[in-house]
C-alpha cells in the first residue's frame, strides 16, 4: 500500500536519490546524456532542504520513500513529481498527482500547472492537463532542458 506524508527535513537524500534515479531511467530517450548528467549531479542544498520543508509530499511503501511530489500554493506550480523506477507504471505518480490536485482544491484554487518533460507530457494528458507547445524550462542549476508547459482546470472538482 502507498501511503502520502508531508515530506520532513529527513527525507531529503531519498527525495533527491530517487529524483536521480528516476531521471535517468525515464528521461534518456529525449534528453541527452551532457543534459542527464548536469540534470542529476550534485547534492542535497541547503535551499532544497528548505523547499522539501516548506512544500513538498512523499509516496512512501513498506517504509521507503518511493515518490515525491511538490505543490505551490501561491502560484498552483506542480513540480518535482518523481517515482522509483520499479514504481512506474504501477499507480504511484497518479497517485501523487490526485493528492497534489485534492490540495490544490482544499487551498481554493481553481487550476494547476506544471512544466511536464518530453516524456512525461502524454501521462499529464490522460490525467487531463493540457498544453501541446514545447518550451524551455531554465533549471535553477543553470541548465535549460525542452518541456511542455501544461495546465488543468479544478473548478469541476471544486463543485463536488
Not at 498552483?76 to 518523481?82: H, P, Q, T, V
Not at 511536464?116 to 501541446?132: E, H, I, K, M
Request: charged content about 20%.
Amino acid at each position: 500500500m502507498i501511503v502520502i506524508r508531508k515530506a520532513v527535513e529527513g527525507d531529503a537524500q531519498a527525495i533527491y536519490d530517487l529524483r536521480s534515479r528516476a531521471i535517468l531511467e525515464a528521461c534518456s530517450g529525449y534528453y541527452s546524456a551532457e543534459q542527464l548528467s548536469l540534470w542529476t549531479q550534485g547534492g542535497v542544498s541547503e535551499s532544497l532542504i528548505k523547499d522539501i520543508v516548506n512544500s513538498f509530499y512523499v509516496s512512501e511503501s513498506d517504509g521507503q520513500v518511493i515518490g515525491s511530489g511538490k505543490l505551490t500554493i501561491e502560484t498552483g506550480m506542480l513540480d518535482a513529481i518523481f517515482v522509483e523506477p520499479q514504481f512506474f507504471g504501477k499507480g504511484a505518480a497518479r497517485l501523487m498527482l490526485a493528492f497534489l490536485e485534492e490540495l490544490a482544491t482544499v487551498h481554493g484554487l481553481t487550476s494547476i500547472k506544471l512544466e511536464s518533460t518530453l516524456n512525461a507530457a502524454p501521462f499529464y494528458r490522460r490525467c487531463g492537463f493540457v498544453g501541446d507547445e514545447i518550451s524551455t524550462y531554465h533549471s535553477p542549476r543553470g541548465i535549460s532542458l525542452k518541456c511542455v508547459p501544461m495546465q488543468k482546470s479544478l473548478e469541476k472538482r471544486a463543485r463536488l
